[in-house]
């Protein structure tokens, strides 16, 4: 069946610039997490939707950056005037079920975001 | 807070060597704890996992039990094979269901 699958695979913005990265988790699947992974390192949460909920927040780095998930399923990560130190690997996870208890996430494949 | 360590790499191995790569974490509670893989130009992928003490996690001829004790998840492999080479992740999971990773542990295997 389907995986998870984000795009753009790779995006190059200019400082200052507004991009968006979309991902589509696995049908029916409850739970969508947004990682930031920078390179040589391992990736950091930013925020987590249960259906449309988006019930954490605590990991994204500034008020520049945005998440949506209106529907229950695509999300998208906005990040507006970007910076530099915003270049990195954005990865999208889902999870069938929501709660506490962590279950297996399902990772896509990332996006590439570099700042010039 | 919480957090994961583990062993710093590169790691470069023959074939058929024994692998360990070392985990620690610190946490709240008793998480449940995993192994992630992301093999060269690939998303990373669940490898194992443990969800309480002392419960092994397995797959691939790849182990690592969960230890309250020593708040450890130590990954092993008695005989690893070229197609091994990956940088492999330990987690565990964060209250929230996010999980949290350590920095990642490159290995590289050698004919």
């Known amino acids: 069946g389907a995986g998870v699958s984000q795009s753009p695979r790779y995006k190059v913005a200019k400082r200052g610039q507004d991009v968006a990265l979309r991902c589509d988790p696995i049908?029916?699947?409850?739970?969508l997490f947004w990682y930031q992974q920078a390179l040589g390192q391992g990736p950091e949460f930013l925020t987590y939707?249960?259906?449309?909920?988006?019930?954490?927040k605590s990991g994204l780095p500034s008020d520049r950056f945005f998440a949506e998930r209106p529907e229950g399923s695509v999300s998208t990560l906005k990040i507006q005037r970007t910076q530099q130190e915003d270049s990195a690997v954005y990865l999208c996870a889902s999870s069938p079920t929501g709660g506490g208890r962590t279950d297996t996430q399902y990772f896509g494949p990332g996006t590439r975001l570099t700042v010039l | 807070g919480d957090s994961v360590t583990q062993m710093e790499g590169p790691v470069t191995l023959s074939e058929e060597a024994f692998l360990t790569i070392n985990c620690t974490y610190t946490?709240?509670?008793?998480?449940?704890l995993f192994w992630y893989v992301q093999y060269p130009g690939e998303g990373l992928q669940l490898l194992l996992k443990?969800?309480?003490?002392?419960d092994k996690g397995s797959n691939k001829g790849f182990e690592a039990t969960y230890r309250k004790e020593t708040t450890s998840f130590h990954l092993e492999k008695g005989s690893v094979q070229v197609s091994d080479s990956a940088v492999y992740f330990c987690?565990?999971?964060?209250?929230?269901?996010?999980?949290?990773f350590g920095k990642g542990t490159k290995l590289s295997v050698k004919p």
């Open positions: 443990a969800t309480k003490a002392d």
């Open positions: 946490a709240t509670g008793y998480p449940s």
């Open positions: 939707f249960q259906n449309e909920a988006q019930l954490d």
């Open positions: 049908s029916g699947h409850v739970s």
């Open positions: 987690a565990h999971g964060g209250s929230q269901g996010n999980l949290i």
